[in-house]
């Protein structure tokens, strides 16, 4: 096998080479640069095995991964800023999975308040047991005051008139057995005038006693009519103090209704607007996650358009890497020659 520099020593071979060189560069050298695809890279019939010189420019010149000496495939990687590819990757895969658990993250809508019970009317104000016992007390005062004036206007008149109707027969008695006596009448009959008077004295004692137990007993009924009369009074008093009780009650409850409708009103202003915030904060959460979204979704796109830039130079042949210009650097960029030989050529 002769080696590539003992070639030039040989005069065919050197016009040989020299006719492959002015062939390989009838045009300007081509830069490169490739997408993760292997290029279709134009073939010359019969020019298979002449050298290929391929002009390549990166930005890094770390992004080489061949060397002279190189024996590489065609599809072969010869270029590529790995490092950089393997950050955006990563960061392109970080942003995947923060897409993915933004999709996943559900926001759950508000319920719509809930509606309070309805407040129960108060019923119409209704004094009818009240003004019943009031009317049955006034009645029962009635009665008690007719009865001790009915009761106090003939009590003792019968026994008073037979009281007085004794005493009057007594009193003529007496006048009759001193008239008696003065016409000096006979013993026999004054003495039986005398046992009648004794008599009448008898009864007029007989009827007082009755007259005085009757006075007595009249003087219990009588206070006791005088009491019932103030226990009629004390009891429509009671009833009437009822009846102001339940006025009272009744405008305590209208009062109270008033708080309730008041507080009521108020309890449903709190709810509505608590919803207004649950709410907002969901129409906030979905802006901001729909804002994360759009927002990891540009960040993709641009790691994907400088995944998309980042050069990936793939050899046209199989061969090797006969030689590799020094690098030249402009505006950022760095270009360099890779010239590749057949691996047939030096049979």
């Known amino acids: 096998m002769l080696k590539p520099r003992s070639l030039a020593k040989i005069p065919f071979l050197a016009t040989f ?5 002015i062939l390989s560069l009838t045009a ?4 490169y640069t490739y997408d993760p695809v292997v290029p279709v890279i134009p073939r010359v019939e019969g020019l298979e ?3 290929l010189r391929l002009t390549v420019t990166v930005n890094d010149p770390s992004s080489l991964r061949v060397r002279e000496g190189t024996t590489v495939k065609e599809g072969d990687i010869l270029a590529d800023n790995f490092r950089e590819r393997s950050r955006l990757t990563a960061q392109k895969q970080t942003i995947i999975l923060q897409i993915a658990k933004l999709k996943d993250q559900h926001l759950i809508v508000p319920f719509p308040p809930r509606k309070l019970p309805p407040l129960k009317p108060l019923p119409e104000a209704d004094y009818i047991q009240e003004t019943a016992a009031i009317s049955q007390a006034k009645l029962r005062l009635q009665q008690a005051r007719y009865l001790l004036a009915n009761r106090s206007h003939w009590l003792n008149r019968p ?3 037979a009281y007085k109707q004794t005493m009057s027969k007594v009193e003529q008695q007496k006048q009759m057995l001193k008239s008696m006596n003065d016409l000096k009448m006979q013993s026999e ?6 046992a009648v008077l004794k008599q009448l004295q008898n009864d007029y004692e007989k009827v007082g006693l009755d007259l005085h137990q009757s006075n007595s007993q009249q003087s219990q009924e009588i206070e006791q009519l005088k009491i019932n009369i103030q ?9 009437q103090a009822a009846l102001e009780d339940a006025k009272y009650r009744r405008r305590m409850q209208e009062f109270q ?3 309730d409708v008041r507080n009521r009103a108020q309890q449903e202003e709190q709810i509505a607007l608590e919803h207004s915030r649950q709410m907002a904060l969901y129409e906030q959460q979905r802006r901001d996650k729909n804002y994360q979204m759009a927002e990891l979704d540009v960040q993709q796109h641009q790691i994907e358009d400088k995944l998309a830039d980042l050069p990936i130079v793939r050899s046209p042949r199989s061969g090797y890497i006969k030689y590799i210009r020094p690098w ?12 590749i030989f057949s691996v047939s050529a030096l049979h």
């Open 28 to 31: 300007k050298p081509t830069a």
């Open 231 to 239: 226990l009629a009074e004390s009891e429509l008093e009671q009833k």
């Open 17 to 21: 080479l020299l006719s492959l060189d």
């Open 189 to 194: 009959v004054v003495q039986h005038e005398e």
């Open 159 to 161: 026994k008073d008139a």
């Open 49 to 51: 095995d002449k050298p």
């Open 257 to 259: 209704a008033s708080v």
């Open 328 to 339: 030249v650097g402009k505006d950022g960029k760095y270009t360099t020659t890779l010239v």
